[in-house]
């Protein structure tokens, strides 16, 4: 990844960014991803991982589609098109540098921009709008929302009253919707429907973008259904448990839903660009009207001369120009203007499982029979969308070509493009002096009062004082990028390298970078390094250590590690050989980053998944360091490419105890089972199964789905410690509350294991094959599913206990 285009395997030329997920994003990102434009290099930024099909959402609401059969996962989509996805959100354009700025990292450049971004329903000037309602979009918040309506309908026997603000087509189709789910529900509980009542309320009539005999049609389902109608009156002030009109009249609202005309997000504007009411003004190549270069499609897109209505219709239609007119931009081609269609089919669900259709002045359907087939009609186009996100076509190899982009950028990327097959090495890698001093002016280099030669006065090395009475502790970590966003893996990268001074129970103060960046144009090799440390150094700074120095060089991908140097109490370091008898093992972070990883390359981990797995690699463990040290643990390491039982042998063989390990109790990461289930594991698994040898009940115990994932390495694990039993309960309670959630006691220790009499498919006994004291019972590891039993002279103690939390 990194600066070498991930699509060809050639130097990137220019960045093609795009801010959303949204209808007509998608298709760019798969079209770009499948006729490929080499030196272009795509980077998608969203805030949620996971996009929405409007089209399906009030079925789902209905409880006619899951989450997913809904729900476009932008990863996987992104990571067959080899292009980059950020997941964080956008709150401003620099369009004189041109950067995107975002919420909680540092900005990102871009050549070629498009916005593509979700808009919210306006509560206007409506008093307690905004404390007292739930608005539709953005629809991950609703859908919280509505789960939990649901569950409170269900669980109460007092009345719930549910008024939906908002008579267009989506304001209809979510009411009959969210009615036809929770009347279902209660029917299925055996209790009344009268326990959830539903108005609509809308400031004009219903449905006045579309035919109106549409109306008609819906009056006519809501009468049947028991939904009131307001027409003509729209809200004036909402409270916690009531609605006021305009006309002065009061509606009961346990639940008031915001489903008014649409508005967008602030920051265009903010931004510069020319909007038109706040949203981004385009030309009809969908270009914006006051910055070349910046293009925007979808509702946020106000198209000069062909206003439409905010449908998704239309940005299903803007995909196919937007891609075109992007890639001729890039190329430095004339583009092309679009017209959008002036009258449009909508097919409006009724929350059962029928429709209605509507296409200029004609309207027919309802709950019918021809209703029913128009629902049919409608499932089939959806799911025919869908599936064109989900299941991605075979992709051949790319061919490193970057010639008509370099041709379109000028003769300086033509000559640096030029350049890169004979790129020196030794020394002459190094990236330059000045990418260099203009990288590290940029970041916020964190400093330590103990590093008295660093980086603010550099030398040929780093001086750091170790206080008296104190033991130093080095360490080294070096990897290659296996995530495409080089700020998220370089926070991981620093994780991790600070993992093994953590584990000793040291405080890391000193760490010198040894930093790789791909070939290519120089602004691109600044860029990339910048965002790369940009990652790093925030966690650094987190965590109190200081960037002393460093080494940079180019290469043919990503990488980056740390030296780190540490300093501890020698009285209170840990060491893996530190384990007593009668201790309680505790693991503070899930493990399956390997198989996860493995499955993401493949396209096959879900977005959520890997979002969750990447939160938890950057979660520093100096907090819970410092927790073990202070109730006392004996022994600590970080799990990392050897899996959990490697590293658990490595503190049973260097302590010369046993340990009983709970299989049931060992925290997973979301979608790590699931990846296994396919079949994906990671390249160093086979490796790491080798000391399978160490265990005495191979065949029975790999009966048990959890087995192959004390095998998978991982990547910035948590901690894995020793602590006195009495401690232990109070050790996990600290560790949850300091933000390891998942935090959970895994076993116990022994001077010798105990004898085994639970069922030969829960438990394996593992031993360290090497070492003779495997078969005299001195030392090994036992693991189960469940609690064994032990003999009479074994030591009952830390798993008596209650089950820990899971992730």
């Known amino acids: 990844m990194g600066k070498m285009d991930a699509d060809t395997g050639g130097p990137v030329v220019k960045d093609l960014v795009l801010i959303g997920g949204g209808h007509s994003h998608v298709y760019v990102l798969k079209m770009f991803g499948m006729n490929k434009l080499p030196g272009v290099r795509v980077t998608l930024i969203a805030k949620d ?24 996962d932008l990863r996987p989509l992104c990571t067959f098109a080899g292009h980059r996805l950020v997941h964080d959100e956008a709150i401003g354009i620099d369009a004189a540098n041109q950067r995107v700025l975002l919420k909680s990292r540092p900005s990102i450049r871009y050549d070629a921009l498009s916005v593509d971004v979700g808009i919210t329903p306006s509560s206007g000037a409506v008093t307690g709008a905004s404390a007292f309602t739930t608005p539709v979009k953005p629809i991950f918040g609703f859908s919280a929302r509505w789960e939990a309506l ?46 959830a009542s539903f108005a609509i309320v809308t400031r004009g009539k219903l449905v006045p973008t579309h035919a109106a005999n549409t109306r008609n049609i819906f009056l006519d389902v809501f009468a049947s259904r028991g939904v009131e109608v307001v027409e003509d009156d729209g809200v004036k002030d909402v409270a916690k448990d009531k609605v006021r009109l305009a006309s002065g009249r009061v509606l009961a609202a346990d639940e008031c839903i915001w489903c ?225 966003d080089p700020y998220i893996f370089g926070q991981i990268a620093a994780v991790h390298a600070l993992g093994d001074s953590w584990a000793m129970g040291a405080e890391p103060h000193a760490a010198l970078a040894i930093a790789q960046v791909p070939y290519g144009l120089e602004s691109q090799v600044e860029e990339d390094l910048f965002q790369m440390m940009s990652g790093a150094t925030s966690v650094l700074k987190d965590v109190g250590c200081a960037l002393a120095g460093g080494h940079s060089c180019e290469g043919a991908e990503l990488a980056l590690g740390f030296s780190v140097h540490g300093v501890a109490d020698r009285g209170t370091l840990m060491r893996k050989g530190g384990m007593k008898s009668g201790e309680a093992l505790i693991l503070t972070k899930p493990i399956g980053t390997g198989t996860l990883f493995a499955a993401d390359m493949r396209s096959k981990a879900e977005g959520r998944w890997i979002s969750a797995a990447l939160d938890s690699m950057r979660l520093p463990s100096a907090t819970a360091a410092k927790i073990l040290v202070d109730h006392g643990a004996s022994a600590c390491t970080d799990v990392t490419g050897f899996g959990l039982l490697g590293h658990l042998v490595e503190m049973c063989k260097g302590s010369n105890v046993a340990a009983v390990l709970d299989l049931d109790a060992v925290p997973v990461l979301d979608g790590a089972r699931e990846c296994l289930d396919l079949g994906i594991t990671s390249s160093l698994q086979a490796s790491n199964v080798r000391l399978a040898r160490a265990v005495a009940n191979q065949e029975a115990i ?68 090497s070492n003779p004291f495997a078969s005299s019972g001195e030392g090994g590891v036992l693991v189960g599913s469940s609690k064994p039993e032990r003999d009479a002279g074994a030591r009952e103690g830390a798993l008596k206990r209650k089950k820990p939390r899971r992730s």
Not at 55 to 60: T, V, Y
Not at 168 to 193: D, F, I, P, W
Not at 301 to 324: I, N, S, T, W, Y
Not at 731 to 754: H, M, N, Q, V
């Open 49 to 72: 991982v996971h996009t929405p099909y409007s089209g399906m959402l009030p079925g789902h609401v209905a409880g006619h589609y899951t989450w997913e059969e809904c729900h476009v």
């Open 260 to 484: 008014t005309q649409a508005a967008p997000q602030a920051w265009p504007g903010e931004s510069g660009l020319e909007t038109e009411d706040g949203f981004i003004r385009v030309n009809a190549t969908l270009e914006s009207t006051s910055h070349p270069g910046i293009f925007a499609a979808g509702d946020i897109a106000a198209v000069r001369g062909h206003p439409r209505p905010k449908a998704g219709v239309f940005a299903v239609r803007q995909g196919p120009p937007l891609a075109d007119n992007l890639r001729r931009y890039l190329l430095g081609e004339p583009l092309v203007e679009f017209t959008p269609q002036k009258k449009f089919l909508g097919l409006i669900s009724t929350g059962s499982k029928h429709a209605i259709a509507s296409r200029g002045s004609m309207s027919f359907g309802g709950v019918s029979k021809t209703g029913a087939m128009l629902w049919k009609w409608k499932d089939k186009i959806d799911r025919k969308w869908m599936k064109m996100y989900q299941e991605m076509p075979a992709m051949p190899e790319p061919v490193p070509e970057v010639a008509e982009v370099a041709l379109a950028s000028g003769p300086a990327a033509i000559a640096a493009i030029q350049a890169v097959p004979m790129r020196c090495g030794g020394c002459g890698a190094k990236v330059g002096a000045s990418v260099l001093s203009r990288v590290m002016a940029r970041l916020d280099v964190p400093t330590r009062a103990e590093v008295e030669v660093g980086l603010d006065q550099p030398d040929d090395a780093a001086v750091i004082t170790v206080p008296p009475g104190k033991v130093s502790v080095q360490t080294v970590d070096f990897f290659r990028s296996f995530v495409d």
């Open 150 to 195: 649901m569950r409170r309908v269900l669980e109460q026997n007092t009345k719930t009253n549910v008024v939906v603000v908002g008579g267009g087509g989506g304001g209809v189709e979510l009411a009959l919707a969210m009615q036809h789910r929770l009347h279902e529900e209660l029917e299925n509980a055996g209790r009344s429907k009268d326990l």
């Open 702 to 769: 790999a009966r048990n789905a959890m087995y192959p994932l004390i095998f998978d390495p991982q990547t910035a694990g948590g901690l894995l410690a020793s602590v006195p039993a009495d401690a232990a309960e109070t050790c996990a309670a600290a560790l949850r509350a300091a933000g390891y959630p998942t935090t959970s006691i895994i076993g116990e220790t022994f001077a010798r294991l105990p004898a085994v009499s639970t069922a030969p498919e829960q438990v394996v006994y593992v031993q360290d094959a």
